[in-house]
């Protein structure tokens, strides 16, 4: 099994990379979604200790984790994208890479174009949606026992579709660029 791993291969993956503000930038988002993951997992597990043994179960953590949930999806989405992690057919893509590459690339900067264009309509379909909660002071959770404000959600779904269509927009540039390199040389 240890003969399968191509050493060359993992070295070559390992290169150092150049500057990339945009990597940086959407990396920072994502390991602040990582580190608010490991905080909800705490509070999920301190709320089931609470409640199994100690007959305290801590309040508002359902709502919590269901509003949670969209905050973390939307602050990795960007470096998901950017990383070619989204999800897409790669059975297809592969071999039209290896029959026709230039409708392979066609094709995925078509896709890319679509996904910058739906995150794009992502974040602008839920800017309103900032204004009126902090406008309508809404909130979720309990009234007198626990709420928070919506609005701070509502800005990460902005924030998380901005920079997924940011993500999308930088790679259809880096790969018309690269598609452009060869036919020059």
């Known amino acids: 099994m240890a003969d399968d791993i191509d050493m060359a291969a993992l070295d070559a993956a390992a290169a150092p990379r150049a500057f990339d503000p945009v990597r940086l930038l959407l990396d920072a988002l994502a390991a602040i979604g990582t580190i608010w993951t490991f905080g909800l997992m705490c509070l999920i597990c301190a709320d089931v200790i609470g409640r199994s043994f100690l007959n305290a179960p801590i309040t508002g953590v359902a709502e919590i984790a269901a509003h949670s949930v969209v905050g973390i999806v939307f602050l990795q989405i960007g470096a998901t994208v950017y990383n070619r992690r989204m999800t897409r057919a790669d059975f297809l893509i ?39 909660s902090l406008a309508a002071r809404e909130f979720f959770g309990v009234q007198g026992i ?40």
């Open 94 to 132: 592969d071999r039209l890479h290896r029959s026709v590459p230039g409708v392979a690339r066609i094709i995925e900067i078509l896709f890319m174009l679509l996904g910058a264009a739906i995150m794009g309509f992502v974040a602008q379909s839920a800017w309103p949606g900032v204004w009126n």
């Open 146 to 185: 626990f709420t928070v404000p919506t609005w701070p959600f509502r800005a990460l779904i902005v924030l998380g579709g901005t920079a997924g269509a940011l993500a999308y927009l930088v790679l259809v540039l880096h790969d018309i660029r690269a598609s452009l390199r060869p036919a020059r040389s």
